[in-house]
């Protein structure tokens, strides 16, 4: 598992409860990140936490399209089997 670090200074200025600050900072960098590109839907999702569902209601309440390509395929078709 890797570690990404935030400047405690960061950390206490969201304004989130404590249990609330890391479910929510890993969804929005799976968004970001799916986003721009750079993660496929399943691992975006898988990094949010989510389940298929929820990440594509998060994205469809972003207005963020979504990506359907080679990978998105073969991880619908593992995820059918």
């Not at 968004?31 to 389940?51: H, I």
Request: proline share 4%.
């Amino acid at each position: 598992m890797a570690t990404i670090e935030i400047d405690d200074d960061v950390y206490e200025a969201l304004q989130l409860p404590e249990g609330e600050r890391s479910p929510a900072m890993k969804r929005e960098l799976a968004v970001s990140l799916y986003a721009q590109d750079v993660l496929s839907f399943g691992k975006a999702r898988a990094l949010a936490g989510l389940s298929k569902q929820e990440f594509q209601k998060l994205l469809g309440e972003r207005e963020i399209p979504r990506h359907y390509g080679e990978q998105e395929l073969k991880e619908d078709l593992d995820y059918a089997r």
